[in-house]
């Protein structure tokens, strides 16, 4: 029977190159994500290339109610899950914090700090019943330093960063695993969407420089999800070789 890993937006960027990472290496797959078109894309890819088993979710993670109700009315098979990869999330504007937009906080705040802690409260008991899990969240640079218009989307990255610190310690017990991958800069929907479709602005963040590969950070989550039993990868901070810190790039 393979392991089974639920990826939280996983209908585009990061968690799409998990989901396939994982698939590709043997696990069935759960993938979550408000687009629907793009998990059916999805599911029919890892069903086609690599004959593992996949369940599509359509799943916004910012409503408490919709988690709930979707996880637990999973067929009893697909409630073994062994690996948890918290993915979604977003930056939304660059505002300096005198002029922030409300709704721009609201909706990083409700998705990165908020709908993360939804997904760990529906999925960890399950995890503590078996006696066994792995969860993986997915932080930031912006989890480790602030930058200039990063405001609220480094906050919410900072409280991933202290929530997995907790997270760790209360699951300890119930022999669960808690892991998190901090990425410098990665060319994804990630700009578009924080530029609010905007693509130009967005090209101009990888300008001249390498950026990281969605696939990188796929390879960092394998090597986490395949360690034995008695080895903890608590934090991988990993960064374009380009980039040294938040805002420090060497562009050509
Ligand atoms: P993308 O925009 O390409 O992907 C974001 C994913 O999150 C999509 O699948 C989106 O799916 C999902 N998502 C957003 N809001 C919700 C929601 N309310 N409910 C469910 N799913 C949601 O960006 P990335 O792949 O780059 O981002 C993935 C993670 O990586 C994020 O947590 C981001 O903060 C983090 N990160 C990204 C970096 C980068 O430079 N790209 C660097 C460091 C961290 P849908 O819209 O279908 O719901
Ligand atoms: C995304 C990378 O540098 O925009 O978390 O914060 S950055």
């Known amino acids: 029977m393979n392991k089974i890993a639920l990826v939280t937006g996983a209908s585009a960027g990061i968690g799409e190159a998990c989901a396939l990472k994982l698939a590709e290496n043997g696990f069935d797959l759960i993938i979550a ?12 890819k890892i069903k086609d290339t690599h004959k593992t088993e996949v369940l599509s979710l359509c799943l916004d993670v910012r409503n408490f109610e919709e988690v709930e109700k979707t996880i637990d009315s999973l067929p009893s098979e697909w ?9 979604a999330g977003l930056a939304v504007g660059v505002s300096p914090i005198e002029q922030g937009v409300v709704d721009d906080w609201d909706r990083m705040i409700d998705t990165n700090v908020k709908g993360l802690l939804y997904v760990t409260r529906c999925i960890s008991p399950l995890m503590a019943e078996r006696k066994k899990g792995l969860i993986v969240n997915i932080s930031s640079i912006a989890g480790k330093e602030a ?8 906050g919410t990255k900072h409280a991933v960063e202290a929530i997995t ?30 530029f609010k479709g905007d693509e130009d602005k967005a090209e101009k963040v990888y300008e001249g420089f390498e950026p990281l590969k969605a696939e990188d950070i796929a390879d960092s989550l394998l090597f986490i999800a395949t360690r034995p039993e008695h080895v903890s990868i608590n934090d991988i901070l990993i960064m374009p070789s380009a980039q040294a810190s938040a805002r420090d790039v060497n562009r050509k």
Do not use: Q
Not at 33 to 44: P, V, W, Y
Not at 80 to 87: S, T
Not at 147 to 154: E, I, R, S
């Open 33 to 44: 994500g408000r687009r629907k078109k793009n998990l059916d894309n999805l599911a029919g």
């Open 79 to 87: 409630k073994n899950i062994d690996l948890l990869v918290n993915n």
């Open 147 to 154: 930058y200039p218009g990063g405001n609220v989307y480094c």
């Open 165 to 194: 610190k907790g997270m760790r310690i209360d699951l300890l017990p119930h022999n669960i695993r808690v892991s998190s991958i901090a990425p410098g800069m990665v060319e994804t929907e990630f700009s578009i969407v924080r």
